[in-house]
């Protein structure tokens, strides 16, 4: 679902010296439907840079990462957005939303931007929003104002509204009380249930020896020489 | 090596018959001013539904471009194709005079910068709003009346006001009036030149919710030209950096702000003052 060959990453730091630093190379990683695959090394080993490429969010100079049968290396910004719109899901640390758009409507719109009939994304997304203890009097505010912790499990309930077949999980369970902690590893499970291919980055250990079937070390991509 | 990619993928676009329409395409468009550039060498597709954000400093070339496009500069060479109810794929800078305005009135929208460029500040909101349906032919006048209040509705300016002047309005109220202006006809693309400039934080917040609604509601693709980083990320999925008139690097919009390959996108993406 998820294969990853031979990529190379680098960045060209043109405003100091053009230094051109290669933080990865040789990269190989397959995901089949149903696995769950976590990201382990260092701070600044390549975790969230991996999962940045995946995503099509950090240019790949190399090799080949493909999701779904679509190559996403040198792909059209048009093929990225419609992969990410339909297949590959992404809970990020960070919620980015247009100010005064209420977390419904937030939790709601990548339903939406399928099409999906308005009632029914609303109430999906309602569904949601409740499993992940969201007080219903917040649901018609902006996330902007939320609490970290409520800001991360919004950012959860975008990424789990729509059964992604491939999803990117950037420490879901980071800043979460015990009790959601739970609720988010169902919703992994649940995922990998229906045949997802995940790839996370967890620090919480026993959160990953229950969801994750493998732990892949990023350290041995770092180039040659510098390992 | 990125603007080398993007122009083969153009040219292999183009005998790919499968692939759906573009809604615009933009060929080797060039505009100098005497000696000086205004804006070269630009390609692109914009295809329906999509919103591309164009990005540079004062100067850059990008409202020349935007002009340019819009019919409202004429470029020294190059195309600009638009995909007509009629016929299809048509050059714009060539097409007959009245065809262009005829365009500009119906499927084509351009919100201004400053919004009294966009308005007649003579006229009151609910004639701003009815004269462009007028010229494309409606006549009915309580029918008229009815869009106009609809979309005061949509734009959130009370019905109350629909026999004022804009020149009573404040300066978003009269943006989200030009905005309505432009819309109400149905348009298929929008020219947008810095929309939010000069608007307060919360004002420009109102704004782009509700733009990013219209553009998902009536599926409309924009053209966005602005220096604010910021406003792109939120509004736009495709991304093109302008530096003296060149385009210096295209893309999704978060991978040219979060990992820009010029040396020009990167001091641009690392000036932004964080917030």
Redesign the interface.
Known sequence: MISIQNVEKS?????QG?AVITVMSDANVEVTPGECVALAGASGAGKSTLM?MIY????TQSGSIRVDGVEVV?A???D??DLRRTTLGYVSQFL?V????PTLDVVAEPL??LGEDEGVARDKAATLLARLNIPERLWSLSPTTFSGGEQQRVNIARGFVHPYRALLLDEPTASLDAQNRETVMCLIEEAKARGAAIVGIFHDESARDRVCDRVLDVTSFLPKGDA | MTLQNSSDAFRSEYTDHSAPHPLLRVVDIEKCYGQRIGCTGVNFDLYPGEVMGIVGESGSGKSTLLNCLAGHLEPDQGEVLFDTRDAGLVDTVTMAEPERRMLSRTDWAFVHQHARDGLRMSVSAGGNVGERLMAVGARHYGQIRDEAIDWLGRVEINETRIDDRPSAFSGGMQQRLQIARNLVTGPRLVFMDEPTGGLDVSVQARLLDLLRGLVRQMGLSAIIVTHDLAVVRLLADRLMVMKDGHVVETGLTDQVLDDPQHAYTQLLVSSVLQV
Do not use: E, M
């Open positions: 960045f060209t730091l043109h405003n053009a940045r099509g969010n950090y240019l040198g059209n910004p048009r990225v957005l980015r247009v100010p005064r758009v939406l931007a």
